[in-house]
Structures are given as structure tokens and as C-alpha cells.
């Protein structure tokens, strides 16, 4: 992974929980249809953030208002990754945004079910005006390589994992990017696909491969054998078997890395998929050999 980060200042840490920078909510807004239920409001939250210089794929904190009644101390910070690049959605380094999608948990000790997350419910919640802490940027691991442009890069992404991608796409296209990209993003529905339209707009470039994977509707899994997945479902790990012959090339190439962000779920299956890509291609175990080479980079939860 050394070799990846070479000759690069990451932003680190510029502002702690107990210094937090306090941004403003400039934009929030859903980016799913309303009459979905409350498990897929999703929202895309830009702050303003003055001073606070990050990298696609670093994270920041929000430190969501109010105690936790458990300890009956202040809130602590949640992280976010960046789903920005780093001028900002305005493009003046003065912003940051987030993806947030409405969390809920079962309180077994409580007996609560369906408790709202307190810092998913504070963002989504969050209005226009509103005062936010923020803290970071942390993260240095899931970062583009300082020499990218001409490397092959292959996204996989769940639901709101999708974050990263989102800028660091930005920033590839706007710099000339050239080599093979491929984004390959999860959700539930056909009109759940974040920021679809936006990553649309890519594929004007010859270089730029995307497949969505949806998850609830009515096709189902064709390669059940090979990839199987949970009730069928078409799942990311499909869509990777499914474009095997591409990203063959791409594999066999000595630099590609390639980036998984979402749910942990997803990682199994998709290392599984590399593995049956890397025997075509005479290598047993290609997944591990690309975590090794620290060319497999994994953000999931
Ligand atoms: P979600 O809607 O629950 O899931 C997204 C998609 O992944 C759905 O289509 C889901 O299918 C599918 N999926 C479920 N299990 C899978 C598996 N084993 N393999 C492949 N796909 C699978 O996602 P979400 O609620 O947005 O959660 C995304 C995750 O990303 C969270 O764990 C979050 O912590 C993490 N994350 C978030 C950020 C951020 O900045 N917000 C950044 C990094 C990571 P079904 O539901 O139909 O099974």
C-alpha cells in the first residue's frame, strides 16, 4: 500500500471533537423517491466547511446535537465518508457532503424495536441554516493512488458506500483520467439508484463502464451456481461475473486496484467472484494476492 500513497500530503485530523469545526447546512435534500418507506430515505447533506480540506474517500465526523441518555454525556461523533471531491459539490473548497440513509436498530436489551440511529435521524433531519459539528478528515487508506491516471480502477459499492466513489469519479474525469474504469453499484430498486443520473453523464467517456445491481425487483440471479446469492438476488457480485471477460483484462493487469465500499455482506461474495476471474487468468487465490499487494481496498461495515 506504501507505494500507493508516495509524495502525497493527506489532510489529517484538522479538527477534533472538542475543537469541532462548525459547519452550516447549505443543501439537503432526499435522493429517493418519498413514497419509499423510511429505509430508503437516503440524503445527500452539503455543509459548509471552511478550512477543512479532505481527499475523496476520507471521512469526516458529525457530531450529532443533544446527550446519550444511556450515559447522560454529549453525543459522540459518527463518521461519514466524504461524498464529495475535494473542491466541494460548489466547487470553492468551501463544502463538504454527506450520504446519509435513515437507520434503524432493535434495542434487544430495551425491547424497542425499529430505534432510529441518532446521528442518521440528526442529519436527515437537519434543515437548512442549521449548525453542524464536524470533525476529521480521517481515513488514509481509501484513497485513490497518487498515480491513478493511467491505472484501471474497479468500484464495487453498496447503498450508501457508494459515497466515495462519487468524488473521486469527479476528480478522475476532470483530470484527464485515462484508463479503464468500471463503477458496479448495489441497491434495492430502480429508483433507489443514487446519484444515477450523475453517473450517467460518464458514460460519454469511452473509459467508464457502469452496472447497477438491484437487488428487489424482478429479475433474478442467472448464474446461481457459479455466484449464489441470497434468494437469488441480483447482487454486485453478478454484475462482476457478468462483465468477467473486461475485467480480465483489467485483473491482468499488474496495478489495478480495485475498491469495495458498503456492506459487509458484499465482500465475501465478491472476493469469491475475483477468485473464479483470477483462475481463467492462471492465478489461485487473486483476491488475497491483490489484498497483499494492497490493491484490493476494503471499506465495509
Ligand atoms: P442497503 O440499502 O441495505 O443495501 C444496498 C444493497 O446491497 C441492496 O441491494 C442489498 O440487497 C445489497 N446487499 C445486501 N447484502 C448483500 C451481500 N451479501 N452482497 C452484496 N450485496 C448485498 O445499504 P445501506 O443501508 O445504504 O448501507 C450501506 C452500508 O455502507 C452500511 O453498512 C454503511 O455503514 C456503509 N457505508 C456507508 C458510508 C456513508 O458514508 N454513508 C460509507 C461507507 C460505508 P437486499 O437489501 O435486497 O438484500
Request: glycine share 8%.
Given at each position: 500500500m506504501a507505494?500507493?500513497e508516495?509524495?502525497r500530503e493527506i489532510?489529517y485530523?484538522l479538527f477534533?471533537?472538542?475543537?469541532?469545526?462548525?459547519g452550516e447546512?447549505?443543501e439537503?435534500?432526499?435522493l429517493?423517491?418519498?413514497?419509499?418507506?423510511?429505509?430508503n430515505?437516503?440524503?445527500?447533506?452539503?455543509l459548509?466547511?471552511?478550512?477543512?480540506?479532505?481527499?475523496?474517500g476520507q471521512s469526516?465526523?458529525?457530531?450529532p446535537?443533544?446527550?446519550?441518555?444511556?450515559?447522560g454525556?454529549p453525543?459522540?461523533?459518527?463518521?461519514y465518508?466524504?461524498a464529495?471531491?475535494s473542491k466541494?459539490?460548489?466547487?470553492?473548497y468551501?463544502t463538504?457532503?454527506?450520504?446519509v440513509?435513515?437507520?434503524?436498530?432493535n434495542?434487544?436489551?430495551g425491547?424497542?424495536?425499529?430505534v432510529?440511529?441518532v446521528?442518521?435521524?440528526?442529519l436527515c433531519?437537519?434543515e437548512?441554516?442549521?449548525?453542524?459539528?464536524i470533525?476529521?478528515?480521517?481515513g488514509?487508506?481509501?484513497l485513490l493512488?497518487t498515480?491513478y491516471?493511467?491505472?484501471?480502477?474497479?468500484f464495487?459499492?453498496t447503498?450508501?458506500?457508494?459515497?466515495?466513489?462519487r468524488?473521486?469519479l469527479?476528480?478522475?474525469f476532470e483530470?484527464g483520467?485515462?484508463?479503464?474504469?468500471f463503477?458496479?453499484?448495489?441497491v434495492?430498486?430502480?429508483?433507489?439508484?443514487l446519484y444515477d443520473d450523475e453517473f450517467?453523464?460518464?458514460?460519454k467517456y469511452?473509459?467508464?463502464?457502469?452496472?447497477?445491481a438491484?437487488?428487489?425487483e424482478?429479475?433474478?440471479?442467472?448464474?446461481?451456481d457459479?455466484?449464489?446469492?441470497?434468494?437469488?438476488?441480483?447482487?454486485?457480485?453478478?454484475?462482476?461475473w457478468e462483465?468477467r471477460?473486461?475485467?480480465?483484462?483489467s485483473?491482468?493487469?499488474?496495478?489495478?486496484v480495485i475498491?469495495q465500499c458498503g456492506?459487509?455482506?458484499?465482500e465475501?461474495?465478491?472476493?469469491?467472484v475475483?477468485?473464479?476471474?483470477?483462475?481463467?487468468?492462471?492465478?489461485?487465490n487473486l483476491s488475497?494476492?491483490?489484498?497483499t499487494?494492497?490493491?484490493?481496498i476494503?471499506?465495509?461495515?
Amino acid at each position: 500500500m506504501a507505494h500507493l500513497e508516495a509524495q502525497r500530503e493527506i489532510p489529517y485530523n484538522l479538527f477534533k471533537a472538542k475543537t469541532p469545526l462548525w459547519g452550516e447546512v447549505l443543501e439537503t435534500y432526499r435522493l429517493t423517491p418519498p413514497e419509499r418507506p423510511e429505509e430508503n430515505d437516503v440524503r445527500h447533506v452539503v455543509l459548509s466547511s471552511t478550512g477543512l480540506s479532505y481527499l475523496p474517500g476520507q471521512s469526516v465526523g458529525i457530531v450529532p446535537d443533544g446527550y446519550d441518555p444511556r450515559t447522560g454525556k454529549p453525543h459522540k461523533l459518527r463518521l461519514y465518508s466524504v461524498a464529495s471531491d475535494s473542491k466541494g459539490d460548489y466547487g470553492d473548497y468551501k463544502t463538504v457532503s454527506v450520504v446519509v440513509v435513515r437507520h434503524f436498530w432493535n434495542d434487544e436489551l430495551g425491547g424497542q424495536n425499529r430505534v432510529p440511529g441518532v446521528c442518521s435521524k440528526f442529519l436527515c433531519d437537519c434543515e437548512v441554516g442549521e449548525k453542524v459539528r464536524i470533525t476529521g478528515p480521517v481515513g488514509k487508506r481509501f484513497l485513490l493512488p497518487t498515480d491513478y491516471q493511467q491505472r484501471d480502477l474497479i468500484f464495487v459499492a453498496t447503498g450508501t458506500g457508494i459515497a466515495p466513489f462519487r468524488g473521486m469519479l469527479k476528480q478522475m474525469f476532470e483530470e484527464g483520467y485515462e484508463g479503464q474504469v468500471f463503477l458496479i453499484f448495489g441497491v434495492q430498486h430502480s429508483d433507489t439508484v443514487l446519484y444515477d443520473d450523475e453517473f450517467k453523464t460518464y458514460l460519454k467517456y469511452p473509459n467508464y463502464h457502469y452496472a447497477t445491481a438491484l437487488s428487489r425487483e424482478a429479475a433474478k440471479n442467472p448464474f446461481p451456481d457459479i455466484v449464489p446469492t441470497r434468494q437469488n438476488k441480483i447482487y454486485v457480485q453478478v454484475r462482476v461475473w457478468e462483465l468477467r471477460d473486461e475485467l480480465r483484462a483489467s485483473l491482468a493487469k499488474p496495478d489495478t486496484v480495485i475498491f469495495q465500499c458498503g456492506l459487509k455482506g458484499m465482500e465475501t461474495g465478491v472476493m469469491n467472484v475475483i477468485d473464479k476471474i483470477g483462475l481463467d487468468l492462471g492465478i489461485d487465490n487473486l483476491s488475497k494476492e491483490l489484498q497483499t499487494d494492497g490493491r484490493m481496498i476494503l471499506e465495509v461495515y
